[in-house]
């Protein structure tokens, strides 16, 4: 009976002691929240600074450099990238090159259009319209040349097809030559890049003569030693 009165006065004791270390653990404070808040924060602050500097980046590595601005300039405008580039003693040459393919085309499709309408008057034997034909193309509807006509009129219309391949290729030639002036842009051309002629000796042929001296070195200042 001792027994089971000294066991229970244990498990009393006990509940007691566990009620006594819950109440002893203090709540968190409002510092601790603080603190705790505080940090968050700063963590956020730092991952949106990381996240702008990571967008700034991108920004400056997708931004387009001269060579490309140059070649969708002249790609849009003919000689728009070489004003761009600064280059403007270029531009009546681009005018000029493109201007000759421009004439052709308008030359030949004229002679075209007067070739087909001489060939189709002569073909439909149409004699009403015989005095509308061109007038260097009349000997041709006369003599009943059908053949000829046919000639000459392919002829013009294979040169207005070859007008416009030429334009076309003389407007490529200036989209290229604007994006390798936007690459040489910002080059730097400077005395370390030389070709200079020296006299000089040489072992081989035991002879002194005039060398040719390509320099790609950079110029290096040199301090004389001062002495100890």
């Given amino acids: ?22 109440d002893s653990i203090p709540p968190p404070s409002s510092k601790d929240t603080t603190k705790t808040d505080s940090v968050a924060v700063t963590r956020v602050v730092k991952a949106a600074d990381s996240i702008s500097k990571k967008a700034v980046q991108d920004t400056a590595s997708h931004k387009w450099s001269p060579a490309r601005k140059a070649a969708i300039l002249s790609a849009i405008l003919p000689g728009a990238g070489q004003a761009y580039n600064k280059k403007y003693w270029k531009m009546p040459i681009v005018y000029g090159a493109l201007a000759i393919p421009v004439y052709t085309f308008t030359d030949n499709l004229k002679w075209f259009q007067r070739t087909r309408y001489a060939y189709n008057v002569l073909a439909r034997k149409d004699t009403g319209n015989y005095k509308n034909v061109y007038a260097p193309l ?22 207005v097809d070859y007008s416009v ?52 070195r950079k110029n290096q200042s040199y301090r004389p030693l001062s002495a100890p």
């Fill in 1 to 22: 009976m001792f027994r089971y009165y000294l066991l229970i006065v244990f498990i009393l004791l006990t509940g007691a002691a566990r009620l006594c270390a819950q």
């Fill in 138 to 159: 009349q000997p041709f509807v006369e003599a009943g040349d059908l053949s000829g006509l046919q000639n000459y009129r392919g002829e013009f219309r294979k040169n």
């Fill in 165 to 216: 391949l030429a334009f076309l290729i003389l407007w490529g030639l200036n989209v290229v030559d604007a994006a390798v002036d936007g690459h040489l842009k910002n080059f730097n051309v400077t005395d370390d890049l030389s070709i200079q002629f020296k006299p000089g000796f040489s072992p081989m042929a035991n002879t002194a003569g005039l060398s040719l001296v390509f320099d790609i």
